[in-house]
């Protein structure tokens, strides 16, 4: 059984910045790759970013490319994504999965967190 917690999201100006957390629990948590996803109102789901494992390997869709940043501290089971200069499209629930593989290859999330607001609005 993994189970995710979001946490840290939040109503920010445009340009403004958030830094989301992904707590994880069990023991699998630290071989699974985790994503970060979204869902905007309206709107289907997307993937944003995804680590490995390890943190060795991250990726990125292109539009948050220079701006958010993925890690992974496995010490403390926790999983981040640093939001700089956000955009008023961005605003969305913010999720983390979890999968059953160490790589963000491949298809698939078994495990998903509740998801956190942010909201980007003056």
């Known amino acids: 059984q993994l189970q995710l917690v979001e946490s840290g999201g939040g109503l920010v100006q445009p340009g403004g910045s958030l830094r989301l957390s992904c707590a994880a629990s069990?023991?699998?948590?630290?071989?699974?790759?985790i994503g970060w996803f979204r869902q905007a109102p309206g709107k289907e789901r997307e993937g944003v970013s995804c680590?490995?494992?390890?943190?060795?390997?991250?990726y990125y869709i292109d539009s948050v490319k220079g701006r958010f940043t993925i890690s992974r501290d496995n010490a403390k089971n926790t999983v981040y994504l640093q939001m700089n200069s956000l955009k008023p499209e961005e605003t969305a629930v913010y999720y983390c999965?979890?999968?059953?593989?160490?790589?963000?290859?491949?298809?698939?999330?078994?495990?998903w967190g509740q998801g956190t607001q942010v909201t980007v609005s003056s």
């Open positions: 999965a979890a999968r059953d593989s160490r790589y963000c290859s491949g298809s698939g999330y078994g495990y």
């Open positions: 680590i490995s494992s390890s943190g060795g390997i991250t």
């Open positions: 069990g023991f699998r948590s630290r071989y699974s790759a």
